[in-house]
């Protein structure tokens, strides 16, 4: 006999009926699903035919499972005048939660939910992306290589697509060999990998206030310390502020996002970039730069990428195609000339590679041209649509309420009179069915309180504006 | 004036045309590619007009250019008189390389060529795969989910694939609560956001010896250190060592592969599973079981899941569709009663989400049937092909020459005379163009000197049979 099936049921047929009742009560069968024949219950639970039978007969006079005539057996669907039983409570985790995890859950809850008008995800409406475009592709892909599915391609990754990201890296004003390139998992997979190629756990790490909260995250999961330095309007990431830590502290890196900073949308300036390359790599410090939103400039230029700035090869910069193109594609890449075959190997050694069918179309669709006219609109539209949202708040929200003005990415990030609690207007909006970003999750010391993110991705419409008419009112009824 | 372009060059346009250069001397820009509008590159470089034109003629009259009327400047294809220049040695990384890092550079480059016999990997040919009846569901989805480019879907993952994986889990013993599945990039990605959650910096973790050099690195990679316990033929996993390190060591999780282990491909027993399940969970260890081969046992039953003998919650199964259904496609998962809300956490963090299409190809194939028959097929066909690579190996290989004999997954494990070196006999035969594994990587202790690899995975032919043949030969060569 096995132990395949639970050991608490005394008899061997109420143990088979046991597993049956699990999985109906979890919901891994369902009302009218088959459940498994006889004969392969049997191998299954390493029982006889007959012990078998025994217990789907219990289970049919229990009123779980019916018999369908030379058909098997079936989940009863349930009498609809029965109360059904509570589900069993998931096992709680064995370790506590602090209160900014439990922040973070109900934040990455929020952005699970389809019923909120979405103003908590910093990206566009899926009908905005070039859908038909990269569908038509999926499926030149699928003609000309039926058996994408069985292989694998290994990091650092297609080479014609790495090729392309090569070719765009010119247009950031830094020309890149692809060999330096490597396919990732979005833009977060790089620089978790590059973190795990130029950290050690208790290492600490530079990054700018306010900064994206996954990114924090991510840097406490590897064991890592963050030290922080403003982020300021107008100017971005302080220069200054970058030396003087530079000087009393030991660095391992930094996570800088000069770019359209997320939450802040600030875009740090050239001399800032310059000096603050300058003096990292000149102390050895590799710097990791998230240029996600690069490519969403409103203006006309294109900003510049740190590596434009670096001699040294330590500037690694990290994108994806998350904001521009295909959110749910999950493909990113990391640019490293120094750092390039370490990544590719903890690639390899974390996840192995990236899904074959998304690197072929990407490669594809970046060749067949049409990506800068697709930018044009999408940036064109974004460019529209901050200015509605930051004239909807300065008409709904308290007066001593303060915006950002962005020139380029996907979000605003608004400063509340000093009485409103940001993360308490979140939760209240969300009962009203709206989603913001709470402005203490920005920052490792739990700053911002007083501050909320708000995205600017969904195209304008009398829906959004009455959300931030509530979203004011909920404002106004807690300031002052 | 800006300082996108590099900073050594005195003159303006010499800095324009540095660029271009670098664009084509590294291959990101190929013959006959067009070359940024003069336009558009006098507003990425910040330069005038004029200093573009200077430059472009400046890249004409060194022949590395080509103007083509009513269209603009291309790169001019190479005379094929002149002998190319070298190209630039990509930096060398600063992390000085072990033995053991050099030699898993050389077994991951071998997975990516394709001029050799590839007996190196541990998966089956990609036309063996159900590419059609895959294919035709990404067609399906591309029409009732033309968005899904522009959908992301957070984890834990598809609610559909996870309640398929859920019943799944019931056939090896286990009936899992769908809400306790998380989908992950791959089994690996699920080892590791396993090991993150339940283990810090430094901890020891248990492994068995042999097993896959992946999973050693991954280790690694994470600051965690290792202890190894024997996994004998014909019994699996060691429990009575299990036992006697769980006694004097402080581990903070076990990961084991009991279900046809890689490299060994043994089946350790139920009594085994269930002994050292109670040893571990009565201490409160966790362990993160990788279950990637379970589902191609050449006999008639699955075996089981080390779930299956776990009232704690502490067991994770970790599994992928990689060895079964698709390589390509990067979507496994962890079933974590415990631990699935944190690792859920982890994955958002770490990368976000795994893909939508393949998530949503994935829970179609699953509910559509058919799976089991394609297994089947597939067990069949690696049954017989292992019996004909074991055949082979005792034909061609020299005399005190063991082999395994698996009853499941997709390699066969070789002990070699002890006057043979597995490394140097890896080098060589991939000098002649055929692929293994060596031994030393599937130990931390670099053990199984005199091992190899081999995968059963490709269609028996005389090409492969002649490929044994030679790596008998080469192995002949340096016995006695």
Redesign the interface.
């Known amino acids: 006999m096995?132990?395949?099936?639970?050991?608490q049921a005394p008899l061997l047929y109420e143990r088979v009926a046991h597993?049956v009742e699990?999985?109906i009560a979890?919901?891994?069968?369902?009302a009218n699903d088959r459940i498994?024949s006889v004969r392969s219950m049997s191998?299954?639970?390493?029982v006889s035919v007959s012990t078998v039978v025994q217990a789907y007969v219990h289970l049919e006079n229990i009123g779980l499972i019916e018999a369908r005539p030379q058909s098997g057996f079936y989940v009863r669907p349930p009498d609809p005048k029965v109360v059904p039983e509570p589900r069993?409570k998931?096992?709680r985790?064995?370790?506590p939660a602090s209160i900014a995890?439990e922040m973070?859950?109900i934040c990455?809850e929020a952005?699970?939910r389809s019923d909120i008008v979405p103003l908590n995800?910093a990206?566009?409406?899926?009908?905005?992306?070039p859908?038909?475009r990269?569908?038509n592709l999926?499926?030149e892909v699928?003609r000309d290589r039926?058996?994408?599915?069985?292989?694998?391609?290994?990091p650092p990754g297609d080479p014609e697509l790495r090729?392309q990201i090569?070719?765009r890296?010119?247009?950031a004003?830094a020309?890149?060999?692809?060999?330096?390139v490597v396919i990732?998992?979005?833009a977060?997979?790089a620089i978790?990998l590059s973190l795990?190629v130029v950290c050690?756990?208790?290492d600490t790490v530079l990054v700018e206030s306010p900064t994206y909260f996954?990114l924090l995250?991510?840097i406490e999961?590897l064991?890592l310390k963050v030290v922080e330095v403003p982020n300021r309007p107008g100017v971005g990431i302080d220069a200054d502020a970058v030396r003087q830590v530079a000087r009393t502290t030991r660095l391992a890196a930094a996570v800088l996002m000069p770019n359209f900073n997320n939450p802040a949308g600030t875009l740090t300036t050239?001399d800032a970039k310059?000096d603050i390359v300058a003096t990292l790599t000149g102390m050895e410090v590799p710097i990791i730069e998230d240029d996600l939103y690069g490519d969403l400039h409103y203006g006309?230029?294109?900003p510049?990428s740190m590596r434009?700035?670096d001699?040294s090869?330590l500037v690694i910069s990290c994108g994806s195609v998350?904001k521009t193109?295909?959110?749910?594609?999950?493909i990113g890449w990391a640019v490293a000339?120094?750092?390039?075959?370490?990544i590719a190997?903890?690639k390899?050694?974390?996840?192995?590679?990236?899904?074959?069918?998304?690197q072929l179309v990407l490669a594809r669709y970046y060749a067949s041209g049409g990506y800068d006219r697709y930018l044009r609109r999408i940036r064109t539209m974004l460019s529209t649509n901050s200015q509605h949202f930051i004239d909807a708040v300065a008409r709904h929200f308290p007066a001593g309420t303060r915006i950002t003005r962005p020139t380029g990415g996907i979000v605003i990030w608004i400063e509340l009179p000093p009485s409103v609690d940001g993360a308490e207007l979140f939760r209240t909006a969300l009962a009203s069915r709206i989603g913001i970003a709470p402005g203490i999750v920005f920052s490792a010391k739990a700053d911002y309180r007083n501050y909320i993110r708000m995205s600017c991705g969904l195209p304008w419409s009398a829906a959004i504006d009455r959300a931030i008419e509530k979203l004011g009112k909920l404002a106004k009824d807690r300031s002052g």
Chains 1, 2 share one sequence.
């Open positions: 096995s132990a395949q099936v639970p050991s597993l699990t999985q979890t919901g891994t069968l369902r498994p191998r299954a639970a390493k069993a998931p096992l985790s064995r370790r995890t973070l859950d990455r952005l699970t995800g990206f566009t409406s899926p009908a905005l992306y859908n038909q990269l569908n999926v499926r699928l039926p058996h994408h599915a069985g292989e694998l391609i290994m090729r090569a070719k890296m010119g247009l004003g020309p890149t060999d692809p060999e330096h990732t998992s979005g977060m997979d978790t795990r050690q756990p208790g996954g995250q991510a999961y064991g050239d310059r006309s230029v294109r510049t434009a700035f001699e090869g998350s193109i295909a959110l749910g594609y999950r000339p120094q750092f390039h075959t370490e190997r903890a390899f050694f974390a996840s192995v590679a990236c899904p074959t069918l998304q």
